[in-house]
């Protein structure tokens, strides 16, 4: 079983940056595709980052301000979060991700704790 764990958040001031990672236990990891999402208060899960193959998508909200990067040898995958604001506040998760025809989505139906992002104005 695939065991998700990430770690770097915290809280910082508008404009500051942070880099989560995510470490995974079990699996192939240098054969998944890797994803970050985050939940902010009283919304939805949302995507916001992905790497696939070398390939990088971000959702339009980040895009230019974050950058995902896969470490084949560390079985871990970062998110470089730059020039936060406080609608980046949220817990941040990795997932394991494939594409459907409604956009990326998470492989695997669990979820690790989440590393925590507050960013204040």
């Known amino acids: 079983q695939v065991q998700l764990v990430e770690s770097g958040g915290g809280l910082v001031q508008a404009g500051e940056s942070l880099r989560l990672s995510c470490a995974v236990f079990g699996g192939t990891f240098s054969s998944y595709s890797m994803g970050w999402f985050r939940q902010a208060p009283g919304k939805e899960r949302e995507f916001v980052a992905v790497?696939?193959?070398?390939?990088?998508y971000y959702a339009d909200s980040v895009k230019g301000r974050f950058t995902i990067s896969k470490d084949n040898a560390k079985k871990t995958v970062y998110l470089q979060m730059n020039s936060l604001n406080p609608e980046d506040t949220a817990v941040y998760y990795c997932?394991?991700?494939?594409?459907?025809?409604?956009?990326?989505?998470?492989?695997?139906?669990?979820w690790g704790q989440g590393t925590q992002v507050a960013v204040s104005s």
């Open positions: 790497i696939t193959w070398g390939n990088t």
């Open positions: 997932n394991v991700v494939l594409f459907r025809t409604t956009g990326w989505a998470p492989a695997i139906d669990y």
